[in-house]
């Protein structure tokens, strides 16, 4: 800031050499790594890449294209063609073993319609040929699709009428943030307003516990939930000592449970920027607001609360960014129900191993929160612009 | 009626924030194995039976020895980018600060399956130095912040001061700011070692399980079956968690007289 002006000519190589390093780094094993999981939810598959001459036969040429396909099946090695089987198989059940079958012998067969036909009845049925030629292209938007609830039409345009799931989960996710996000800042309020307004003693045990609870591993806060919550656990156990009870309430793998720990989690991340803003206020303007006749309530509501709306701002942006994305605490202490997108990411990738769906979920993701901080970042701007304080 | 509904709100908030740790850490030295109160009597032999299972200690190590490398290579990325960009005019400044801080933003599922395909196919998926580098990416730009904080807030006339005693830009680098600018790192540093000792997602898909480390070890111990162990090393974590705030106290501390 201060030293920019008086830096001529040298520090621009100096810059160049200290930056090489991060930025290769960067470079190699951040962006190319983000880049590849994008090309991932729009790849094709082994489907894009082992049928090329076939890709490019004419169409309306029925023997061209027999003589295509065989030529694209002479080329593979087994595992390629168990894999184009596979692909195509997911698109019109029983192609697997018509594929296999007629590319292990496709060095046999006479390169034309007839022959195929021969080998095989089911190739003068049009549907296995429409399934190859819709499904040839190196990329495709069926993963988008799926995720979206659209179909891919005949002529490979998306429209209406798909599984709408994956369309209720980020429904999901989303009112799970901004329900979190409402209550987080709820709590943080008062604690954010404690540590810039009460007496320093306090202020300062109420900061020290923020913070230790900031610096506290996000899994040891969610592990003491899950035993606070469960069925046996201590929450249970006090209300059924109390009497207030009479049988254990169901407060884990629910959305209560859910909300409870993520908020927990996420309070630091809302009170330290609403703290910093509050500390800013001067106290002298309570007193003036006071002494001009209005009440404590009407102080804090006219003259106190508007200043503090850009830190609340922040920290709702905050919270609700690290909300849609979180993984290890809803998937401890909500149900079935209440799993939000990032549960439905690392399923595919742990468990059914299908990168498409995963990469393009996380891809979606991603989108939604680059628009909420391209938001931030044009309100914070338009603010600076304006004349407000940025 | 104002103070009631202000020390309501406080208390009630902050029992919300404090109590949940508070009363569940301590049941790691409970004799029994049900996680509740009133504790059978204390004891510690949960804490025997976690440093005599292979499966705790090997993760321990691993952890221990990724959040070093990630340490070190977050601070060299994070360390010298920020210092690259300070001499960098404003508008690339502006990009690049944005390049470096983004790994904070992208949610770490995202980052996940990002690391957990580009790195399978370089062959380091489940590596030692997988886990290093994908930790470093998510400790560098908590490194840079701290070091551009600490590199903006020089007093420019210390710089200024040794360039007319006839110091060369290169000298008063090395001589003057970067040792002023010590501060930021070593709190750089420890948050990068933190971030990675903490880390679960970006783990979770990229540890094999030779490889796993400790907060892997705890969440699959979570969905697993919940035992008094589980409260032992949760309680660990949470120690060697404060034992490093506290270090960062201490060293900022020590930083605070030379400035003044």
């Known amino acids: 800031m201060h030293a920019s002006p008086r830096r001529p000519g040298g520090a621009r190589l100096a810059a160049l050499v200290l930056l090489v390093l991060p930025l290769a780094i960067y470079s190699f094993l951040y962006l190319m790594p983000i880049g590849s999981m994008v090309a991932l939810s729009v790849d094709n598959g082994?489907?894009?890449?082992?049928?090329?001459?076939?890709?490019?036969?004419?169409?309306?040429?029925?023997?061209?294209?027999?003589?295509?396909?065989?030529?694209?099946?002479?080329?593979?090695?087994?595992?390629?063609?168990?894999?184009?089987?596979?692909?195509?198989?997911?698109?019109?059940?029983?192609?697997?073993?018509?594929?296999?079958?007629?590319?292990?012998?496709?060095?046999?067969?006479?390169?034309?319609?007839?022959?195929?036909?021969?080998?095989?009845?089911?190739?003068?049925?049009?549907?296995?040929?429409?399934?190859?030629?819709?499904?040839?292209?190196?990329?495709?938007?069926?993963?988008?699709?799926?995720?979206?609830?659209?179909?891919?039409?005949?002529?490979?345009?998306?429209t209406a009428g798909g599984d709408d799931?994956?369309?209720?989960?980020?429904?999901?996710?989303l009112v799970i943030a901004v329900q979190v996000m409402f209550v987080t800042l709820?709590?943080?309020?008062?604690?954010?307003?404690a540590v810039a307004n009460?007496?320093?003693?306090?202020?300062?045990?109420?900061?020290?516990?923020?913070?230790?609870?900031?610096?506290?591993?996000?899994?040891?806060?969610?592990?003491?939930?899950?035993?606070?919550?469960?069925?046996?656990?201590?929450?249970?156990?006090?209300?059924?000592?109390t009497g207030a009870i009479a049988e254990p309430l169901q407060l884990i793998f629910n959305r209560f449970g859910a909300i409870v720990s993520m908020t927990h989690v996420l309070l630091p991340f809302a009170i330290i920027p609403m703290m910093n803003v509050m500390r800013t206020i001067p106290k002298s303007q309570a007193d003036a607001s006071r002494s001009l006749g209005a009440g404590p309530i009407e102080t804090f509501l006219r003259v106190y609360f508007p200043q503090t709306i850009r830190g609340v701002a922040v920290a709702a942006g905050t919270v609700f960014i690290l909300a849609l994305g979180f993984y290890i605490t809803p998937s401890l202490t909500g149900g079935p129900r209440d799993q939000m997108v990032s549960f439905y990411i690392a399923a595919f990738v742990k468990e059914s191993l299908n990168w498409g769906m995963a990469s393009a979920l996380s891809v979606l993701l991603l989108g939604a929160v680059l628009v909420i901080v391209a938001i931030y970042g044009a309100a914070r701007w338009a603010m600076a612009r304006s004349g407000g304080r940025a | 009626m104002s103070r009631v509904i202000f020390w309501g709100s406080v208390l009630l908030a902050l029992a919300f924030l404090i109590v949940p740790l508070v009363l569940v850490l301590p049941l790691a030295f409970n004799e029994g194995s049900f996680l509740t109160y009133p504790m059978d009597g204390f004891s510690l032999k949960w804490f025997a039976e976690i440093f005599t299972h292979g499966q705790w200690t090997r993760a321990f190590w691993n952890s221990l020895r990724i959040a070093f490398g990630a340490m070190i290579a977050g601070v060299l990325i994070g360390g010298l980018a920020a210092t690259g960009v300070m001499l960098t005019g404003r508008a690339l400044q502006i990009v690049l600060t944005g390049l470096f801080v983004s790994p904070l933003v992208v949610p770490s599922i995202v980052v996940g399956v990002a690391f957990a395909y580009a790195f399978g196919r370089m062959g380091l998926s489940g590596s030692y130095w997988g886990l290093v580098l994908a930790h470093a990416i998510l400790g560098a730009p908590l490194v840079f912040l701290s070091v551009m904080t600490s590199l903006r807030g020089l007093d420019p006339d210390l710089d200024l001061a040794a360039a007319s005693l006839g110091a060369s830009r290169s000298h008063r680098f090395w001589h003057v700011t970067l040792p002023l600018a010590a501060p930021g790192f070593l709190a750089g540093a420890l948050f990068a070692f933190t971030t990675s000792f903490d880390e679960v997602v970006v783990a979770l898909f990229l540890a094999s399980p030779e490889s796993t480390t400790l907060p892997v070890a705890l969440f699959a111990g979570l969905r697993d079956r919940l035992q008094p162990t589980i409260v032992v090393v949760a309680l660990l974590l949470s120690l060697i968690s404060f034992a490093l705030l506290w270090l960062m106290w201490w060293l900022q501390s020590l930083g605070r007289p030379q400035k003044h």
């Open chain 1, 165 to 173: 799931i994956y369309v209720q989960i980020m429904w999901r996710t």
């Open chain 1, 198 to 241: 009460a007496r320093p003693r306090f202020a300062a045990f109420v900061l020290v516990a923020v913070l230790l609870s900031f610096w506290t591993s996000i899994l040891v806060r969610t592990t003491a939930w899950v035993i606070l919550l469960q069925t046996s656990g201590l929450v249970n156990a006090f209300l059924l000592w």
């Open chain 1, 46 to 158: 082994e489907l894009g890449r082992s049928l090329v001459a076939f890709r490019d036969a004419d169409r309306s040429d029925a023997n061209a294209r027999a003589a295509a396909l065989l030529t694209d099946m002479r080329a593979m090695d087994a595992g390629t063609q168990g894999a184009t089987a596979r692909g195509l198989n997911q698109n019109l059940a029983g192609f697997r073993s018509l594929f296999l079958n007629t590319a292990r012998k496709s060095g046999d067969i006479e390169p034309t319609m007839a022959g195929l036909v021969a080998f095989d009845p089911r190739w003068a049925e049009e549907q296995y040929w429409q399934v190859m030629e819709r499904n040839t292209a190196p990329f495709t938007l069926r993963h988008f699709g799926q995720a979206t609830g659209l179909v891919l039409d005949d002529n490979g345009r998306l």
């Open chain 1, 186 to 193: 709820l709590i943080s309020y008062p604690l954010a307003y």
